[in-house]
């Protein structure tokens, strides 16, 4: 699967709308799309019919490598996010092989990152829901946050937020991941990976 250099990027961070959530482990595919708008310069506003909040720009140094985004936060609900990305897609017109889902994962360890493209949701709730509305074969970003202590269920440690030791690092860790994104976005999958899959 190639990427369309011609075509816009849809950057989608995954996470729950309201400030209840903010902090949440669940959220961080928000707070990298936070970062992302602030270096792109500017601010979300609510898209139209797709129940998101976008922002449009450009990721890279002017050039052959500068590329146009649309960076967007489904306001929908984490498990329902494929309707908005779906509705993003067909305004703008994205290519699957060039949308981009930033998201909390379990089975990695906390502050580590894999990037890859398609494959399965590993019962991730927003994964689930927008393969099921485009298929696998979009980029993840997936953003480690370990498996929960003890007994704790799944569902109550991504909604709990970030310990005090984990914020500690989590400023640079959500850094690190927005420049994973820029990487990916202007320089391709591989050399991304090389870069940032820890």
Same mark, same amino acid.
């Given at each position: 699967?190639? +990427?369309?250099?011609?075509?816009?990027?849809?950057? /989608?961070?995954?996470?729950?709308?309201?400030?209840?959530?903010?902090?949440?482990?669940? $959220?961080?595919?928000?707070?990298? @799309?936070? !970062?992302?708008?602030e270096r792109?310069?500017?601010?979300?506003?609510? &898209?139209?019919? &797709?129940?998101?909040? *976008?922002?449009?720009?450009? #990721?890279? @140094?002017?050039?052959?490598? $500068?590329?146009?985004?649309?960076?967007?936060?489904?306001?929908?609900?984490?498990? *329902?996010?494929?309707?908005?990305?779906?509705? !993003?897609?067909?305004?703008?017109?994205?290519? *699957?092989?060039?949308?981009?889902? #930033?998201?909390? %994962?379990?089975?990695?360890?906390?502050? +580590?990152?894999?990037?890859?493209?398609?494959?399965?949701?590993?019962?991730?709730?927003?994964?689930?829901? #927008?393969?099921?509305?485009?298929?696998?074969?979009y980029h993840?970003?997936?953003?480690? #946050?370990?498996?929960?202590?003890?007994?704790?269920?799944?569902?109550?440690? *991504?909604?709990?937020?970030?310990?005090? +030791? %984990?914020?500690?690092? !989590?400023?640079?860790?959500?850094?690190?991941?927005?420049?994973? /994104? %820029?990487?990916? /976005?202007? %320089?391709?999958?591989?050399? &991304?990976?090389? @870069?940032?899959?820890?």
């Amino acid at each position: 699967m190639t +990427t369309d250099a011609t075509a816009p990027w849809l950057i /989608v961070g995954l996470g729950n709308p309201g400030p209840e959530y903010a902090m949440n482990r669940h $959220n961080v595919g928000f707070m990298v @799309a936070d !970062l992302l708008a602030e270096r792109i310069g500017g601010k979300f506003k609510r &898209a139209g019919k &797709a129940q998101a909040q *976008v922002l449009e720009g450009r #990721i890279g @140094a002017p050039g052959p490598q $500068n590329r146009r985004v649309i960076l967007a936060k489904p306001m929908s609900f984490m498990n *329902v996010s494929g309707g908005p990305v779906t509705g !993003l897609r067909d305004f703008y017109k994205v290519p *699957v092989g060039n949308i981009v889902a #930033i998201h909390d %994962e379990l089975d990695i360890d906390y502050g +580590t990152m894999r990037l890859k493209l398609g494959g399965g949701d590993n019962g991730h709730n927003g994964l689930k829901s #927008i393969t099921k509305s485009l298929g696998p074969d979009y980029h993840r970003v997936r953003f480690g #946050i370990g498996r929960p202590p003890g007994r704790m269920q799944v569902a109550d440690f *991504v909604l709990k937020d970030f310990s005090s +030791t %984990e914020r500690k690092e !989590l400023d640079y860790l959500v850094d690190r991941a927005a420049d994973s /994104v %820029e990487c990916l /976005v202007t %320089e391709g999958l591989e050399r &991304a990976q090389s @870069a940032y899959n820890s």
